[in-house]
């Protein structure tokens, strides 16, 4: 069964037993209404018969005139008795059709209904009128009922499906979508926008974003396979052209070793290559989140890339305060030892690397920044891209992953690296990180 009309029937379930309990609580009321209709005209009655007698020791009787005023006053269908203390009937007004007792209060006696008045002289006023009209409207109203509820639970039976076919327009819009995607591989085609800000139209919107957002991260990913592909073929094929050019003929030994020494070269590059593409790639896993401190692992960093420093006659100056966070300490070390490792690398040589942390309205931050000869800020942004080098750089060597690495790691943990020109004229790369994680604590 669809979910229309599985919608349907449970709407129509809902409807019936909402009718149904209407047209009960209707029903009672009515029959209660008119039921006290009859009373309160036939409590009027007796107590206007009461006072025309005016409780005097009399033989209770009605005049002529009490008989003519009764005639203007009450309807015709009302019949008073007058009764003696000892229940024998002096006097009527009107054509009595049934006998009933002299009981004080309300009572129903075939199809009548009768009130009875006891005086404060004994006597005893009653007053009857048939419950033929009450009845009869009773029956019309059942009638009614058993006709329109029947009617109305069709009427909608059939508006609910409408309502739930036009609900579920936009839900057969995304499934159409969703296969068609599915059988072409067309992952740009878009849902048309439903007017309005309802729950369908936001759905809409969100499958809309959703898409968007896939399209985004393929074709991200489809232009890192590309790249990927051209920085690997590079030392691939510089490995192939040595070992071929090596073999083509006899060699001494010293052209043996320097061969293999520039294999081990490209060798060494095509390993750090091929590991930061699996860092790259396990970036895209939710990160190990524990309780670490920024400064500790910067100090690590920094320690293992001063001999790297030195080489270059380069000097790192460190000023680390304490800055709490949630993190993967393997890859946030990792994120901050590619940006050490930039900063010497493009930075001048015999220059100077500043690394520096601190806390700011629940973010930690970390800062690397050196005296080099910087960055165009229109190139900035492009860095941030795998296998993207800066002008003029591309023969200092790397394999262009460096800071899209430290940007994915920063996206991992929730957070951002941003990159501006430094205060001593060359690049400065700030790793901003949450406090607190957006999600659970491993």
């Given at each position: 069964m669809s979910l229309r009309w599985r919608l349907t029937l449970y709407y129509s379930a809902v409807s019936a037993v909402i009718l149904l309990i209407g047209g009960l609580a209707f029903f009672f009321a009515l029959r209660q209404s008119l039921r006290q209709f009859l009373d309160d005209s036939l409590r009027e009655a007796t107590t206007f018969a009461a006072s025309q007698l005016g409780g005097d020791e009399r033989k209770p009787r009605f005049t002529e005139a009490e008989n003519d005023l009764f005639q203007t006053r009450l309807p015709g269908s009302i019949v008073l008795r007058l009764f003696e203390p000892s229940g024998q009937e002096t006097d009527r007004f009107g054509i009595s059709r049934v006998k009933a007792p002299l009981i004080e209060g309300f009572a129903s006696v075939k199809n009548e209904r009768v009130y009875t008045l006891r005086l404060s002289n004994g006597a005893w006023v009653q007053a009857m009128r048939p419950e033929l009209e009450t009845l009869e409207t009773l029956s019309r109203a059942q009638r009614l009922l058993f006709v329109g509820l029947p009617l109305l639970l069709l009427l909608g039976l059939g508006a609910g499906y409408l309502l739930a076919d036009r609900a579920l327009k936009p839900v057969d819009l995304v499934a159409g979508l969703a296969s068609k995607i599915a059988n072409s591989g067309r992952y740009q085609e878009r849902v048309p926008v439903a007017?309005?800000?309802?729950?369908?139209?936001?759905?809409?919107?969100?499958?809309?974003?959703?898409?968007?957002?896939?399209?985004?991260t393929i074709e991200r990913e489809k232009a890192f396979a590309l790249a990927a592909a051209h920085e690997l073929r590079t030392p691939l094929s510089l490995l192939q052209g040595r070992a071929s050019l090596s073999l083509e003929k006899e060699r001494s030994s010293e052209q043996y070793r320097e061969a293999l020494k520039q294999v081990d070269a490209t060798s060494r590059e095509l390993v750090e290559l091929v590991e930061k593409l699996l860092a790259l790639a396990r970036t895209n896993q939710p990160p190990t989140r524990v309780p670490i401190n920024l400064a500790d692992i910067a100090l690590e960093v920094v320690e293992a890339q001063s001999d790297f420093a030195r080489s270059r006659n380069m000097r790192l100056h460190v000023e680390l305060i304490s800055a709490p966070t949630i993190g993967d300490p393997t890859m946030l070390r990792l994120g901050i030892s590619n940006l050490v490792q930039n900063a010497i690398k493009f930075g001048r040589v015999g220059g100077n690397v500043w690394v520096s942390n601190g806390n700011s309205t629940g973010k930690a931050w970390i800062e690397v920044a050196d005296d080099g000869p910087g960055i165009p800020e229109t190139e900035l942004q492009r860095l941030l891209q795998p296998f993207e080098r800066g002008q003029g750089l591309q023969a200092v060597g790397g394999t262009g992953l460096g800071l899209a690495l430290a940007t994915a790691i920063a996206e991992q943990h929730d957070g951002r690296l941003e990159l501006s020109r430094s205060e001593q004229g060359g690049l400065s790369a700030v790793l901003w990180l949450p406090t607190k994680p957006e999600v659970p604590v491993k």
């Amino acid at each position: 069964m669809s979910l229309r009309w599985r919608l349907t029937l449970y709407y129509s379930a809902v409807s019936a037993v909402i009718l149904l309990i209407g047209g009960l609580a209707f029903f009672f009321a009515l029959r209660q209404s008119l039921r006290q209709f009859l009373d309160d005209s036939l409590r009027e009655a007796t107590t206007f018969a009461a006072s025309q007698l005016g409780g005097d020791e009399r033989k209770p009787r009605f005049t002529e005139a009490e008989n003519d005023l009764f005639q203007t006053r009450l309807p015709g269908s009302i019949v008073l008795r007058l009764f003696e203390p000892s229940g024998q009937e002096t006097d009527r007004f009107g054509i009595s059709r049934v006998k009933a007792p002299l009981i004080e209060g309300f009572a129903s006696v075939k199809n009548e209904r009768v009130y009875t008045l006891r005086l404060s002289n004994g006597a005893w006023v009653q007053a009857m009128r048939p419950e033929l009209e009450t009845l009869e409207t009773l029956s019309r109203a059942q009638r009614l009922l058993f006709v329109g509820l029947p009617l109305l639970l069709l009427l909608g039976l059939g508006a609910g499906y409408l309502l739930a076919d036009r609900a579920l327009k936009p839900v057969d819009l995304v499934a159409g979508l969703a296969s068609k995607i599915a059988n072409s591989g067309r992952y740009q085609e878009r849902v048309p926008v439903a007017p309005g800000h309802d729950e369908m139209a936001r759905l809409i919107q969100t499958v809309n974003a959703m898409l968007s957002r896939l399209e985004s991260t393929i074709e991200r990913e489809k232009a890192f396979a590309l790249a990927a592909a051209h920085e690997l073929r590079t030392p691939l094929s510089l490995l192939q052209g040595r070992a071929s050019l090596s073999l083509e003929k006899e060699r001494s030994s010293e052209q043996y070793r320097e061969a293999l020494k520039q294999v081990d070269a490209t060798s060494r590059e095509l390993v750090e290559l091929v590991e930061k593409l699996l860092a790259l790639a396990r970036t895209n896993q939710p990160p190990t989140r524990v309780p670490i401190n920024l400064a500790d692992i910067a100090l690590e960093v920094v320690e293992a890339q001063s001999d790297f420093a030195r080489s270059r006659n380069m000097r790192l100056h460190v000023e680390l305060i304490s800055a709490p966070t949630i993190g993967d300490p393997t890859m946030l070390r990792l994120g901050i030892s590619n940006l050490v490792q930039n900063a010497i690398k493009f930075g001048r040589v015999g220059g100077n690397v500043w690394v520096s942390n601190g806390n700011s309205t629940g973010k930690a931050w970390i800062e690397v920044a050196d005296d080099g000869p910087g960055i165009p800020e229109t190139e900035l942004q492009r860095l941030l891209q795998p296998f993207e080098r800066g002008q003029g750089l591309q023969a200092v060597g790397g394999t262009g992953l460096g800071l899209a690495l430290a940007t994915a790691i920063a996206e991992q943990h929730d957070g951002r690296l941003e990159l501006s020109r430094s205060e001593q004229g060359g690049l400065s790369a700030v790793l901003w990180l949450p406090t607190k994680p957006e999600v659970p604590v491993k």
